[in-house]
């Protein structure tokens, strides 16, 4: 396996071909998911050095498939992985393992295994952390821009809904995130409450 090429190559196209309007789903997003993956699997402890190597993979590749459409976006990526991977040394088991960590994180995630768990994890740490307004408006933009939604209530809405339905996998994010994660879903309540009286 040469994981250093298949990051670079991936990087590459994310950094040049990925639409300027993805404000989220960005290169940005995908180096945090990244670091994010590496971070809980260290946390987690229990991840040998070639999961390791595919969980840092399929980190990278998560998103890539909003390079060719925005729609079913995992899928058109397990397709780039497909493609890409084998040129990098990647056995085929390796390219389904990658592919299944992938399509774990659509949502509502499902994933089956410890190193989609992590992936999922990684992929929304961003909800319990310092950082979640910042990166939430990143995405309110990009929805607007694609017309899923205009305002900030149906925005506010959104999220409520969506925390509300939102579970971490993981040891580490059930204890690290999801503390932080209630309190912003109270703070997003109250704004409702206060904004629809």
Known sequence: MDPLGAK??????????????????????????YASAIDIAEKEGVVDEEDLTLLKTAALYHDCGFIV????HEQHGCVLVQEHLPR????????QRVCDMI???????????????I?????????G???????????FSEM???GVLSTELEWNQLQVRFLERHSYFTVTNK????????????????WLSDTLK
Request: hydrophobic share 30%; aromatic share 8%.
């Open 103 to 117: 399509m774990a994180t659509r949502i509502p995630q499902s994933p089956r295994n410890k190193l989609s768990r």
């Open 175 to 190: 204890k690290l995130r999801e503390p932080v994660k209630q309190q912003y879903l109270a703070e997003l309540r109250q």
């Open 8 to 33: 670079s190559y991936i990087l590459e196209r994310l950094r040049n071909e990925l639409p300027k309007e993805r404000t989220y789903h960005c290169l940005e997003h995908t180096l945090d998911v």
């Open 119 to 127: 992936l999922c994890d990684a992929d929304l740490d961003y909800l």
């Open 144 to 146: 607007r821009t694609f």
């Open 129 to 139: 952390r310092a950082d979640f307004r910042r990166i939430g408006d990143s995405l």
């Open 88 to 95: 990098f040394g990647y056995s085929s088991a390796q390219v």
């Open 69 to 72: 459409h925005g729609m079913d």
